[in-house]
């Protein structure tokens, strides 16, 4: 049978983060037609494919 995926595996965790940074991101959401959770995981996952390997492989 044919199921709609509704998304992802998600787990739910808190961060504190800069009042000004999330003043940011919540513009940029707005601005872009995103949620502010949407827009930070594209920000994450940016991070995270961007990272130098050598920054990869000091946390090894």
Same mark, same amino acid.
């Given at each position: ?14 961060f504190r983060l800069?009042?000004? %940074? *999330? ?5 940029? $959401?707005? #601005? @872009?037609?995103? !949620?502010?959770?949407? %827009? *930070? ?5 940016? $991070?995270? #494919? @961007?990272?130098? !390997? ?7």
């Amino acid at each position: 049978m044919w199921k709609i995926q509704k998304g992802y595996d998600s787990v739910s965790k808190s961060f504190r983060l800069p009042v000004e %940074l *999330v003043d940011k991101l919540e513009k940029l $959401a707005f #601005d @872009n037609n995103l !949620s502010l959770n949407q %827009l *930070v995981i594209q920000c994450l996952n940016y $991070a995270v #494919d @961007n990272l130098e !390997s050598e920054e990869v492989a000091d946390e090894n």
